[in-house]
């Protein structure tokens, strides 16, 4: 990756964006300018800086630190943390802990828990145990239940 932007070249891009947007003032744009500096090579900062500029919406520069749409094309817009889900329309997860993958897993074929993978001991153990709460129940009633298996 090239070098960020020094501030010999931030003093003329911050006049320039000054001048594109006439709301923003220089040493905002330089203290935006600044924060930005590690996010992408010089001149493709300067391209997202200018991208921001163009937009009448904005009242200060301090969306170009920011993340969005003005990094497209540049090595900001690349997510260098982690590799992205290849799968279409599972993009904005990890490869390696993908929440829509692990979902659509869940929905084809239910995994087998604990209260499913019961030994018939622990099956029997809990169906005494039923029995004895079904017992201790019906014994503050005034009228019983039939018990079930």
């Not at 993340?67 to 992205?84: L, S």
């Not at 659509?104 to 039923?130: C, D, F, M, S, V």
């Not at 709460?133 to 503050?140: P, Q």
Request: charged share 25%; aromatic share 4%.
């Amino acid at each position: 990756m090239m070098p960020p932007i020094t501030d010999d070249q931030a003093r003329p891009l911050a006049a320039l964006l000054a001048a594109l947007h006439p709301g923003w003032d220089i040493p905002g744009i330089r203290a935006a300018l600044h924060k930005a500096r590690h996010k992408a090579p010089a001149h493709e900062l300067a391209i997202a800086a200018i991208r921001c500029a163009m937009r009448a919406d904005l009242e200060t520069p301090a969306l170009i630190a920011e993340d969005g749409p003005h990094w497209h094309g540049t090595e900001a817009a690349k997510d260098t943390r982690f590799e992205r889900c290849p799968v279409d329309g599972h993009r904005s997860y990890p490869a390696w802990n993908c929440g829509a993958c692990r979902s659509e897993a869940l929905e084809a074929e239910p995994a087998e828990t604990p209260i499913t993978a019961l030994t018939p001991e622990q099956h029997a153990a809990n169906a005494r145990g039923a029995r004895a709460v079904r017992a201790a129940l019906n014994a503050n009633r005034t009228t019983t239940t039939e018990e079930k298996p």
